[in-house]
């Protein structure tokens, strides 16, 4: 089955950077738009940035210039390379991607979460 699996997430200091990955595998077909969202602790989930499969981007206004989202269709990965975090950047980040797979309609899916912790 479709499964989308992040790694990267870690502990670092302000001002640090960190890429994280998520790797879709499974039976796929294609990946149409990609995409991170992050949820801090007592916080609702919000979207970070989103990648189409063309390669157009969108962040949400907290993280340009910080952030960049990219994506390796070879290999169905999507990254977010993170520079200059804040302590405000904690929380879990989550990666979604619409796949069409074997059941021959676009799903959407969800990773299971990596931590990334900013702080001192």
């Known amino acids: 089955q479709v499964q989308l699996v992040e790694s990267g997430g870690a502990l670092v200091q302000p001002g640090g950077s960190l890429r994280l990955s998520c790797a879709a595998s499974?039976?796929?077909?294609?990946?149409?738009?990609m995409g991170w969202y992050r949820q801090a602790a007592g916080k609702q989930r919000e979207l970070v940035a989103t990648?189409?499969?063309?390669?157009?981007?969108n962040y949400v206004d907290s993280v340009k210039g910080r952030f960049t989202i990219s994506r390796d269709n070879a290999k169905n990965t999507v990254y977010l390379q993170m520079n200059s975090l804040k302590p405000e950047d904690t929380a879990v980040y989550y990666c979604?991607?619409?796949?069409?797979?074997?059941?021959?309609?676009?799903?959407?899916?969800w990773g299971q979460g990596t931590q990334v912790t900013v702080s001192s």
């Open positions: 990648i189409t499969s063309g390669g157009g981007t």
């Open positions: 979604n991607a619409e796949i069409l797979g074997v059941s021959s309609v676009w799903r959407n899916y």
């Open positions: 499974g039976i796929i077909f294609s990946i149409n738009n």
